[in-house]
């Protein structure tokens, strides 16, 4: 059986929500080294409007975006202070963390990055063989994770770095509640034996 090849190429942009945008830009440019690529006012008629595809909704809020390496965005948009609550990063649907991965050397100097500003942080700690995190939080509350994997020094792979064996992915989707064995080797068919 032929592997499946995914359908996306990677994150065009990760678009994440702060109410302190000039803490955010501080924080992402100084601290993590994410230079600011373009910084925009919502046009009118999209946060409340009509036209509205999905944007929160307030009228011309800013929307600004970051590069975050290897040809992807993150982006943020500035909620007005006071008008959502806080988020609960473990509720259903909502995001744990965010993990980038980053050389040894890169890795590194953002720990030294966090340290020199006071940045409380865990890690260096090894998640997989292979897998080092470094985890923190930035201005917003958002758990942030920057990964390495020390053995690829500069090309990681992180596919790779990840990708189980049937074997070895097998026992755990048998565990989930009502599948069947046809779909469990329907979902194994990206890996090898």
């Not at 100084?30 to 929160?56: I, S």
């Not at 990681?156 to 755990?172: G, H, L, M, S, Y």
């Amino acid at each position: 059986m032929a592997q499946p090849r995914p359908l996306a190429r990677g994150v065009h942009h990760l678009a994440l929500c702060t109410d302190d945008m000039r803490a955010t830009v501080d924080f992402y440019v100084d601290v993590l080294g994410m230079p600011l690529v373009h910084a925009m006012r919502v046009p009118a008629g999209l946060g409340t409007g009509p036209k509205n595809r999905g944007n929160p909704p307030y009228e011309r809020v800013r929307h600004y975006f970051f590069d975050m390496g290897n040809d992807s965005l993150l982006a943020f948009f500035e909620i007005p202070p006071g008008k959502e609550p806080r988020g609960n990063r473990n509720a259903i649907g909502a995001m744990q963390h965010c993990a980038f991965v980053v050389t040894p050397a890169r890795l590194r100097e953002i720990e030294e990055r966090l340290r020199a500003r006071g940045i409380d942080y865990i890690g260096p700690v090894e998640q997989l063989p292979g897998l080092v995190g470094l985890y923190f939080f930035d201005p917003n509350g958002i758990r942030l994770e920057f990964a390495s994997q020390p053995e690829d020094a500069d090309t990681p792979e992180v596919i790779a770095c990840v990708r189980q064996t049937k074997t070895e992915a097998r026992a755990e989707l048998a565990g989930l509640p009502g599948v069947s064995d046809e779909w469990v080797e329907r979902r194994l068919a990206a890996l090898a034996e």
